[in-house]
């Protein structure tokens, strides 16, 4: 529109605002990542600016893989999000099906059920959980954390993938079925395929919320080899008497990574899953 | 049971069934036939995901309930005491406390992270180069596992340590380190502004979206009526995201209410309990000091509030 | 003074060129119509007259400024978009006191322009109404009366009708001619109908990839079209186009189209002279091609066979698809024809109606009169 692109009033109504928010936003993080290639002595030296790094060095991240259950606790934490991620997109990949195109008894119910178990909390969850778990004998075991994390991502999973599902032309099922195929055949060929963006929203989300999970981990998980990433940062790396930051920002740099870099590949799907919440169609 | 099933059948011709195949035939069509039925194959199919929802999502809530009205300790399983518990906890300071913060923390920052995400959702509608690597950069806070995030706030407001205090000493503005986390009357500032920052991203994306919905046909009608950026703002950008704005505010009280991660962190509630909110309260009695009843009962007590706010947004959602 | 000028105004997006050296005058209360394809840059000249987008190159007047820095909001205009825009949270009433509102007009004269401008549009009575709640026509007379209370200089539609069904189309047709003889204003209208172009406007300009092809009055420019595009594209059945050549045999120009030859009226003929032998589109409208037996007796003298393909009996007259040889034509002709599908009828064509284009591109018309 004319008038609107003069370059001094870009610069005042985008640009500016644009660095303030890019700097506030990503400050912690930048200062985790110096902090984990400092040496952990620098950071004692008051004349030396903590901005930015004076002597570069990998000591903090060796000493995570060397002297810390670190190795563990990322392969405890991949194994349980992947187990969980495919147990959840199973079971919402089916219950979505379900309230997209079938007409059964309890679909209402089962609709607002969803919805309600989405907004349950696991803060309102943990304790009588906690005890459904040791009853079980599934305490610290990958286990615990397997089959309850589902509970915090079918709700959301079911709801997006509902929804994409029902962006799928009814039309092409029909004629798939007049062409021979049962029910679960439609959905297993023609709906999946035909949802691969949807799924793998739903998959970044379901993996991305199990990877981060703090509260059942920190819980049901009590023996350093078993921890997850966050709960073994938070419980073992803080201690009351050395100096600790330098590996602890490096695990807290590393533990983060592989979400961002994830991330990065799949931005649109992340994006697309989390405004599919807000925005209505 | 065979009477659900039959209501809203497939008429369907098969002239061999009448002939009395074996057991096995009639029983595999049978099987197949509940697969493909609508009222069955959904039944069917909602069956492992209800079943987990079930047993570790539903059973524990009224086993909560149940909890709480018992004196349980961990280990051993109480008596029932009615609703003691929840008396008990009207009396408790710390929880008056706890219940302060806990709105003081929701109702700080969920404005705050609306206006800032509807700051920079509206820098980001505007086409500029590097547009992909900046939303990617913005939406770091967000997808960055909290509790690591929460452990670079955490040195972040380090008495020792922290870089605010570092910079605002070279600046000659303060003459001693300031304590953010230890300090009763910062901390819960503190802590709202690590959830005010991990929190805009959320709001700047959805609002973003919302934004981008609006055709811009309605813009150029109102520029040709006359109205500048100003007047387009408020008569056309604002009744256009009302919606999206509202629903993701409810889901971000609702969220913050019941936060763990990001106080447990920083402050496990500290100092002095200024910052305990339900869900740190309750794992302390719950767990650390093993009173599960009352624990259940700390918890409990979000429940009403979440209610309401559930309700609200499903009506909202409706409506829309 | 409300007369709008374009002048040599071209507009680049990324390296397509969507106008290219326009150059229009619009005088005073003419209603001028843009039409064109789509994608031949119609829109894109409206909106930069509207101010929503800058041109590249070129100077736009409105009442003889140059309004090429001013924002939409200060050339005095208003727009009809095609979607309508209406704004979605406010009621028809609010709607159209919008633009007056943020231009500080006291209430009184508000009110009254809304009623005024309602009143003519038969819309009083939907005015506490959302538009969610009115069909697509009353939406589409929301927004013309949007416009109207403004009492701009210059009224900017942006193909308006599109949206609508086809009888309402007709009717909106009628309405919005009778609108511009009643508020007398400079209207520049865009549209991809030609019928809507050639009953509504004053002023045609017929566009094609971002070039004017030709400006005038609509009878002028579809009965002496400036090349076979304007010809093709105005006109309804679309006119007939056979290649041919010129040939002369005895003194006398002949159009030979191989199956058929048709000779040139003598007052034409002269201006054909100079190019004998040579290869022509011979165009011809389907209205003037007559079934032989009810063809008036002038034309009994140039007649043509040819077999019939399709019959589209329309009541007032019938649509014939033809094949001659390697031609194929279509004829309107009179409803009494009896002839069937697969037989052979014999055509009087109306030569004096004929066009001649030259065979290479930009296939002019060969002028014979103006």
New interface residues.
């Given amino acids: ?1 004319v008038g ?1 692109r003069t370059l001094g009033r870009q610069i005042l ?2 640009y500016l ?2 660095t303030l ?2 700097v ?3 400050f ?2 930048y ?2 990542s110096i ?1 984990s290639f400092k040496p952990t002595n620098d ?1 004692f030296e008051m004349k030396f600016n ?2 930015w790094i004076q002597r570069f060095t990998l000591e903090n991240y060796l000493y995570l893989f060397q002297n810390t259950d670190f190795p563990e606790w990322v392969k405890n934490t991949l194994i349980i999000s992947l187990l969980s991620t495919a ?1 959840s997109l ?3 990949i ?2 979505g ?2 309230l997209a195109r ?6 209402n119910f ?1 609709g607002v ?1 969803i ?3 989405y ?14 778990i040791a009853k079980l004998n599934l305490y610290n075991t990958y286990w615990a954390l397997i ?2 994390y ?2 915090q991502l ?2 959301f999973a ?1 709801w997006l993938l509902m929804g994409y599902f029902r962006t799928i032309p009814k039309e092409i099922e029909e004629c798939a079925m007049a062409d021979g195929c ?3 055949e439609t959905l297993v060929k023609i709906i999946l395929p035909l949802s691969t963006p949807g799924l793998i929203s739903a998959g970044i989300f379901c993996f ?1 919320l199990c ?2 999970e ?2 059942y981990a920190l ?1 049901f998980m009590s023996s350093g080899p078993m921890k997850t ?3 073994g ?2 419980s073992d790396l803080i201690k009351a008497d050395t100096l600790f ?1 330098g590996s ?2 490096a ?3 590393l ?2 990574f592989p ?2 870099f994830l ?2 590949f799949f ?1 649109k799907y ?2 697309s899953g ?2 599919a ?4 169609r | 049971m065979a009477a ?1 099933f039959l209501k ?1 059948e497939m008429i369907e011709t098969d002239p061999a069934s009448s002939s009395g195949g074996t057991f096995n035939r009639r029983g595999r069509r049978y099987l ?1 036939r509940l ?2 039925r ?6 069917i ?2 069956l ?3 079943f ?2 079930m ?3 539903a ?3 009224f ?2 309930i ?2 709480s009205l018992t004196d349980s300790m961990i280990g051993r399983l109480g008596h029932f005491i009615g609703l003691r518990n929840f008396v008990d906890l009207l009396h408790d300071s710390i929880f008056h406390q706890t219940v302060r913060n806990t709105f003081v923390y929701a109702m700080v920052t969920v404005p705050f992270k609306a206006m ?1 995400g509807l ?2 959702a509206l ?1 980001l509608t ?1 086409r ?1 180069r590097f547009s ?1 690597p ?8 967000w ?7 929460a ?3 955490y ?2 407001f380090d008495p020792v ?1 922290s ?1 605010i205090s ?1 910079l605002l000493k070279s600046l000659g503005l303060i003459t001693k380190n300031v304590n953010f986390l230890g300090d009763p009357k910062l901390a819960i500032a503190s802590v709202c502004l690590a959830n005010i ?1 991990r929190g ?3 709001f700047g ?2 609002i973003l ?2 934004l981008q ?1 609006v ?1 811009h ?2 813009h ?10 100003w ?1 387009r703002f408020l ?2 950008t604002i ?2 995201i009302r ?2 704005v509202l ?2 505010a409810l ?1 971000s009280i ?2 913050t ?5 990001l106080i ?2 920083l402050t496990k509630g500290g100092p002095a309990n200024m910052t305990h909110i ?2 740190t309260y ?2 302390q009695i ?2 650390a000091a093993t009173d ?1 009843g009352q ?2 009962a700390i ?2 007590y ?2 009403p509030i ?1 209610s309401v706010f ?1 309700i609200l ?2 009506k909202y959602l409706r409506r ?1 | 003074m409300a007369r709008v000028i374009l002048e040599n105004v071209s507009k680049i997006f990324g390296n397509v060129e969507a106008v290219k050296n326009f150059d229009l005058t619009v005088e005073d209360k003419e209603f001028t119509i843009l039409v064109g394809p789509s994608g031949c840059g119609k829109s894109t000249a409206l909106r930069m007259i ?3 987008e800058e041109p590249t190159q070129g100077m736009i007047y409105i009442g003889d400024h140059a309004v090429n820095d001013l ?3 200060d050339r005095d ?3 009809v ?1 095609q ?1 309508y ?5 406010m009621s028809v009433y609010r709607n159209m006191a ?2 007056l509102k ?2 500080k007009f006291p209430k009184d004269e508000i009110d009254q322009r809304v009623k005024w401008a309602s009143e003519i549009l038969g819309i009083q009575n939907l005015l506490d109404r959302k538009p969610r709640q009115l069909s697509g026509g009353q939406r589409q007379r929301v927004a013309v009366g ?1 416009a109207i209370v ?1 009492k701009p200089a210059v009224f900017l539609f942006d193909e308006p009708l599109s949206n609508l069904d086809a009888k309402l189309r007709v009717q909106m047709r009628a309405e919005l001619s009778k609108l511009h003889d009643r508020l007398q204003t400079t209207i520049i209208y865009v549209t991809h109908d030609q019928v809507e172009a050639m009953t509504m406007g004053t002023k045609i300009v017929v566009m094609k990839d971002g070039v004017i092809q030709q400006i005038g009055a609509p009878l002028e420019v579809y009965n002496h079209p400036v090349n076979m595009f304007v010809a093709g594209f105005i006109g309804s059945p679309v006119i007939n186009f056979f290649p041919s050549r010129l040939v002369s045999n005895k003194d006398r120009l002949f159009i030979d189209a191989g199956t058929f030859q048709l000779p040139i009226p003598e007052k034409k003929a002269s201006y054909f002279k100079s190019m004998p032998d040579s290869e022509v589109i011979f165009g011809i409208r389907p209205n003037d091609i007559y079934d032989l037996q009810y063809a008036p007796e002038r034309l009994k003298e140039n007649v043509i066979k040819a077999v019939v393909d399709v019959i589209e009996p329309l009541g007032s007259e019938i649509h014939l698809n033809l094949t001659s040889g390697r031609h194929s034509f279509v004829a309107a002709v009179d409803a009494q024809t009896s002839v069937r599908v697969h037989q052979e009828i014999e055509l009087a064509l109306d030569l004096e109606k004929m066009h001649l284009f030259e065979k290479d591109e930009p296939n002019l018309r060969i002028k014979t009169a103006f």
């Fill in positions: 529109m609107s109504n985008i605002p644009l928010f890019v506030f936003l990503l912690p993080l200062w985790m902090v950071l903590p901005f147990i199973l079971c919402s089916l219950i099906y379900a079938l007409r059964f008894p309890g679909s089962l059920g919805f309600l178990a907004l349950v909390p696991p803060t309102l969850l943990f304790l009588p959980l906690a005890q459904v089959l309850t589902p509970t079918i709700p079911s049962t029910r679960v991305t990877w981060n703090f509260l819980i990433i966050p709960v940062t938070v930051w602890l920002m695990s807290a740099v533990g983060s979400i961002a991330y990065s931005v992340y994006v989390l405004t919440g807000a925005v209505k | 659900l809203n197949s697969f493909e609508e009222s069955s194959l959904g039944v199919l909602m492992p995901g209800a987990l929802l047993l570790f999502m059973y524990p809530f086993l909560g149940w909890l800032l700051g920079l820098i505007n500029m992909n900046i939303r990617a950069a913005v939406m770091m806070p997808i960055v596992p909290t509790a690591l995030s452990l670079g706030w040195m972040i340590f870089p570092w920052w805009i991203p959320f994306i959805t979206a919302g919905a055709p046909e309605l150029e009608a109102a520029a040709i009526d006359g109205a500048n950026a007047h008569h056309i009744p256009a919606g999206v629903i993701a889901l609702i969220w209410f019941a936060d763990f991660q447990y962190i339900f869900g309750a794992y719950g767990l599960i624990g259940a918890a409990l979000m429940f979440l559930a947004l499903l829309e | 509207a101010g929503l924002p939409p909001k205009i208003a727009m978009f979607e825009a209406l704004y979605p949270h919008f633009g943020l231009r949007r403004r």
